[in-house]
């Protein structure tokens, strides 16, 4: 129709201003946030975009798909009074993103390998933001997790369980909250997570002697 052919013109005329960095990545979170719901009419053009940010500079790229993957939790969150059914099919569409995010991140894990560990640093800090002190509740974004663990499979074995990998970032973030009775359903999230970091939390960690390089490649 002419207003989808207008559309998709007005999407290809804002990837044009992100590939040439006229505007700032971040403001394609919104975008980004649409590539499953309009697949069928503008999944080409959303993914072209992507790509094109990718291949500016992966790290901004990631946090702004984990910008849009926030503003769709927060957005399903607010929908249903503050709460999150993990077994519902909005929340599966949501991992879903997630997955297919991370796999656009390419089949080379070595030159994602910084832009992926920053996604997971900062959706971990995310995750467990609070306004105010703990109270022995979980944060309430302890659910977003679950959207992380979807992309746990692009880290790099160090990047996860070695001695400055996400394991132990995330602990050294956990101590702030105190004693966390993990075995509480609230908490179930936290436990996907690290069940997908480790494997299992009797797994011995695994440690490698190639440090991670800071700059992108």
Same mark, same amino acid.
């Given at each position: 129709?002419?207003?989808?052919?207008?559309?998709?013109?007005?999407?290809?005329?804002?990837?044009?201003?992100?590939?040439?960095?006229?505007?700032?990545?971040?403001?394609?979170?919104?975008?980004?946030?649409?590539?499953?719901?309009?697949?069928?009419?503008?999944?080409?053009?959303?993914?072209?975009?992507?790509?094109?940010?990718?291949?500016?500079?992966?790290?901004?790229?990631?946090?702004?798909?984990?910008?849009?993957?926030?503003?769709?939790?927060?957005?399903?969150?607010?929908?249903?009074?503050?709460?999150?059914?993990?077994?519902?099919?909005?929340?599966?569409?949501?991992?879903?993103?997630?997955?297919?995010?991370?796999?656009m991140a390419g089949v080379d894990n070595y030159?994602?390998?910084?832009?992926?560990?920053?996604?997971? %640093? #900062? *959706?971990? !800090?995310?995750?467990?933001?609070?306004?105010?002190? $703990?109270?022995?509740?979980?944060?309430?974004?302890? &659910?977003?997790?679950?959207?992380?663990?979807?992309?746990t499979f692009k880290l790099m074995d160090i990047?996860?369980?070695?001695?400055?990998?996400?394991?132990?970032?995330?602990?050294?973030?956990?101590? %702030? #909250? *105190?004693? !966390?009775?993990?075995?509480?359903?609230?908490?179930? $999230?936290?436990?996907?997570?690290?069940?997908?970091? &480790?494997?299992?939390?009797?797994?011995?960690y695994a440690y490698y002697a190639q440090p991670?390089?800071?700059?992108?490649?």
């Amino acid at each position: 129709s002419s207003g989808i052919n207008a559309e998709y013109g007005v999407l290809a005329s804002f990837g044009k201003l992100i590939a040439y960095n006229i505007i700032e990545m971040r403001l394609a979170a919104s975008i980004f946030a649409q590539y499953v719901k309009s697949y069928q009419d503008y999944g080409d053009i959303v993914k072209h975009i992507m790509s094109k940010a990718r291949e500016l500079n992966r790290t901004k790229c990631m946090r702004t798909q984990l910008l849009s993957l926030e503003q769709l939790f927060e957005e399903l969150r607010d929908q249903n009074e503050g709460r999150i059914d993990r077994s519902s099919e909005e929340w599966t569409k949501i991992k879903d993103l997630a997955h297919r995010f991370a796999l656009m991140a390419g089949v080379d894990n070595y030159k994602s390998r910084q832009a992926v560990v920053t996604f997971h %640093r #900062e *959706g971990i !800090i995310y995750c467990l933001l609070r306004n105010g002190p $703990p109270d022995g509740n979980p944060p309430s974004n302890i &659910v977003f997790f679950d959207i992380l663990a979807e992309t746990t499979f692009k880290l790099m074995d160090i990047d996860k369980k070695g001695p400055k990998g996400l394991l132990a970032f995330l602990e050294e973030q956990l101590m %702030r #909250e *105190g004693e !966390i009775p993990e075995d509480e359903i609230e908490w179930g $999230p936290l436990r996907t997570y690290k069940t997908a970091l &480790v494997g299992s939390m009797q797994e011995p960690y695994a440690y490698y002697a190639q440090p991670m390089k800071r700059k992108l490649v």
